[in-house]
Each structure stands twice: as structure tokens, then as C-alpha cells.
């Protein structure tokens, strides 16, 4: 009898776009690369990947839309066109299923193996690893004070 693989769900930050995902998980990226900070506006992209299949849409894939940079081999960015949050696609060459891990909503239960494109970090990423931690909004307040 095979084991049912655990489902775990996810949707974009409007809500509108809602799926299912499940493994197992072949590897667990998180890339460096300089197309990557510019999709998430972060310090990297942390992807998840499955077979192509393993995916359940639930809801909104019609706002669902797709970028592909043309001169790029892979790169590729799906999102919701209603709050731009990154959601689950199919590399181009159909192999697997991507899934940005910051978009779920459960535990997918692995952690990540490897960091890519490493020489092309963001210059305030390890920096921003060492700054003071706080539970919420610190103590005194988000911003300093306008004078
Ligand atoms: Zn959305
Ligand atoms: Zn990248």
C-alpha cells in the first residue's frame, strides 16, 4: 500500500490564489542570484521542488500569471497579478514543479540543502543575520521618531 504523501497548502498574501502541494522533495534552494533578489525585492529566493504533478490548484488560477526572462535559460516567476505573491510553476523544461517556499502556509517538512549563486549575495545579507532580534515590533517603536 504506498504512503500517502502529506499535502501541504499555501496561498498568496490577497488570499485569492490557494493550492495544495506535496512531496517528496528533491532538493530545497535557496539562490543568490542577482534575477532572484529582484523577483522576491529580497535577499534570495527559497524554492522547494517536486514533480510537476504534485500540485492541487484550489482556487484563482485565473489571476494566476507568469514571467519568463527571455534571454534567461530557466528563469522563470509566476504570481498573483492581484497582490504579486510568488506561487508554484512548472520549470520550462517541464521537469519539475517549483514551489517558493515563503508562499506555504504548513511545515513542507525539509529543510534547505543547498545555497546557490552565492557569489552574487546581497552585500547586507549576513549583516542582516547578526542584527538584534525581537518576538514583534521592538519595544520602542518601528521607526526612530521624526524630530
Ligand atoms: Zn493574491
Ligand atoms: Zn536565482
Redesign the pocket.
Known amino acids: 500500500m504506498a504512503i500517502e504523501a502529506t499535502r501541504i497548502r499555501g496561498a498568496?498574501?490577497?488570499?485569492?490564489?490557494a493550492f495544495v502541494v506535496w512531496g517528496p522533495f528533491e532538493r530545497f534552494v535557496l539562490c543568490h542570484c542577482s534575477r532572484c533578489r529582484k523577483a522576491t525585492a529580497s535577499a534570495y529566493a527559497a524554492n522547494l521542488f517536486t514533480a510537476p504533478d504534485h500540485v492541487e490548484w484550489l482556487r484563482?488560477t485565473d489571476?494566476m500569471r507568469r514571467y519568463q526572462v527571455p534571454e534567461a535559460r530557466s528563469f522563470s516567476k509566476c504570481f498573483?497579478t492581484?497582490?504579486?505573491?510568488a506561487l508554484p510553476y512548472v520549470s520550462r523544461n517541464g521537469a519539475h514543479l517549483i514551489v517558493p517556499a515563503g508562499v506555504l502556509d504548513e511545515d513542507p517538512g525539509v529543510v534547505p540543502d543547498r545555497q546557490i549563486f552565492w557569489d552574487s549575495h546581497a552585500c547586507w545579507y549576513e549583516a542582516g543575520l547578526a542584527a538584534p532580534r525581537f518576538a514583534g515590533y521592538p519595544p520602542e517603536g518601528w521607526l526612530p521618531d521624526a524630530e
Open positions: 498568496c498574501l490577497c488570499g485569492a490564489v484563482g489571476l498573483c492581484q497582490c504579486g505573491s
